[in-house]
């Protein structure tokens, strides 16, 4: 059962508990204002510094120094359950496929173990569905009555490389179809030319054509080349009018890092700090174990606060970690862990 509040390891209440937990995205939003981006201000762009060895060590000390365990620990992770973009962006995905990861994402908990947490009587859902444009009326359909959102990944993806018009047209068909969230991807050569105004008005017409529907600006992290880039990058999607900014398409050679996300999440800090605008992040590819996830939310926790581990602005860009996520809830309600091949999707 989990208590109301669980003292941590190092004698703070719990940051998470139960009474945090039924909260997902549709429910949660969205009590801060849409940021509605500002103008292109290079001068803060051009000021952007990477203290590579400070980052490094931030984030070396970070799974020795902080834990959460036991009752702690499955409050934390079912947390970090609502905040997933229950994704399958594969060549051979099917309806069948999607179907069946929609409705996992509906039910991402087996009853039992629900019902053993005390949560049995929680509506508990993932984030959201993150799909192909070609996907999102079956997600949609298949989602209905849920309130959970379909993620529509666009503008090309993964590669961000087709036709600026086909680009647009493809966010307006994923809306028109239902998607909620568009999560698109940057032209790379704007950034690794340095081309920050190329960038700004990219990002900006993707946000004008995703209307009402949130859009999430992949960086493709692995791509960039240095820290400095993806912090004058984040910054400038930022200033373009990004609701969420990602890390990853999951299909670079390097995907989701702690590192990367410190530096993303204190672009997010100082955007708050300058603009009063909130932005979420999004770490994707990658991010398959409980261990991972919770290091993540506890650099979100760290740096920008307890905000940001709602899923209104924090969503983690996964395939499998639910699974995980599963048998670790599992493990805390038995004593035993179950087979991978017992929880095949997410
Ligand atoms: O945005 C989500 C990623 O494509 C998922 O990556 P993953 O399959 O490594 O979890």
Not at 277 to 305: H, R
Not at 329 to 334: F, K, P, Q, S, Y
Request: hydrophobic fraction near 40%; include cysteine; proline fraction near 4%.
């Amino acid at each position: 059962m989990i208590t109301n509040t669980v003292p941590l390891e190092q004698g703070r209440e719990a940051d998470v508990d139960k009474t945090a937990i039924d909260n997902p995205a549709h429910t949660a939003n969205h009590g801060w204002p849409r940021n509605p981006g500002m103008e292109l201000d290079l001068g803060w762009v051009m000021d952007q510094r990477v203290n590579l060895s400070a980052g490094e060590r931030r984030v070396a000390t970070l799974p020795g120094r902080r834990t959460v365990k036991k009752d702690a620990q499955a409050a934390w992770l079912l947390k970090a359950l609502t905040c997933i973009d229950l994704t399958t962006l594969n060549g051979d995905d099917t309806a069948g496929r999607v179907k069946r990861l929609c409705a996992k994402a509906a039910n991402p908990v087996r009853p039992d173990i629900l019902e053993a947490l005390g949560m049995g009587n929680r509506r508990i859902t993932t984030g959201a569905v993150c799909v192909y444009h070609r996907f999102v009326s079956t997600a949609v359909e298949a989602l209905d009555g849920t309130g959970i959102p379909v993620a529509a990944v666009s503008t090309g993806f993964p590669a961000g490389l087709s036709p600026h018009a086909t680009k647009l047209k493809e966010i307006e068909a994923s809306v028109a179809d239902g998607a909620k969230e568009i999560d698109i991807v940057i032209t790379r050569e704007h950034v690794l030319t340095g081309n920050w105004e190329a960038l700004y008005k990219e990002m900006q017409e993707y946000r004008a054509a995703c209307g009402e529907a949130h859009v999430k600006a992949i960086l493709a992290t692995g791509d960039l080349k240095t820290l400095r880039n993806v912090a004058r990058a984040s910054l400038v999607c930022m200033m373009a009018g990004a609701d969420f900014i990602k890390t990853s398409t999951g299909k670079e050679g390097v995907n989701a890092t702690l590192l990367v996300t410190l530096i993303m999440i204190r672009m997010i800090r100082e955007y708050e700090e300058r603009t009063g605008f909130k932005v979420g992040y999004k770490p994707a590819g990658g991010i398959s174990t409980a261990k991972d996830v919770l290091n993540y939310q506890f650099l979100m926790k760290d740096e920008l606060g307890r905000e940001w581990l709602e899923p209104d602005l924090f969503r983690i860009g996964a395939s499998s970690l639910l699974a995980d996520i599963e048998r670790q809830l599992e493990h805390h309600v038995t004593g035993a862990y179950s087979s991978f091949a017992r929880h095949p999707i997410g």
